[in-house]
């Protein structure tokens, strides 16, 4: 499993983002499941609002599981405001709280993401650093 953060669902999305030729030869060669969360989801539909082409982009991405997203509970919610307190610095935004929740959950090492400045920094318990693709 990959978890997947807003930056590249974008770029993939959208041809005038300015990674959209590195993401398209990233996807093709991830072969393990893909997985987002919903802060992650609503940040990419609010960076694409002005495409609703690329808004369908992310429904058939989750219609055609390609993209899953992962079930976020109370346990979640904590940590999240733990790790936004924690990384305020930098500052960490919710759609990381969550991807970095999950990840100390299901013990997924590996990110998809354009933001390596912040996900060099994140810690997450049980990992200790992110992979970071590409």
Excluded: C, N
Aim: aromatic share 8%; charged share 30%.
């Amino acid at each position: 499993m990959i978890l997947v953060d807003a930056g590249p669902l974008v770029a993939f999305l959208s041809r005038d983002d300015q990674y959209h030729d590195r993401v398209m030869e990233v996807f093709p060669l991830i072969r393990e499941p893909m997985l987002t969360v919903w802060p992650v989801t609503t940040q990419v539909m609010d960076l694409l609002h002005k495409s609703l082409q690329a808004q369908d982009g992310i429904w058939e991405l989750l219609e055609d599981h390609a993209l899953l997203i992962a079930d976020l509970d109370d346990d979640h919610r904590t940590r999240m405001r733990h790790l936004m307190r924690k990384y305020r610095d930098l500052p960490m935004d919710l759609g990381d709280a969550a991807l970095v929740a999950v990840a100390e959950r299901e013990r997924i090492s590996r990110i998809f993401t354009l933001d390596r400045r912040d996900f060099e920094v994140y810690r997450p318990t049980g990992i200790r650093r992110f992979d970071i693709i590409p």
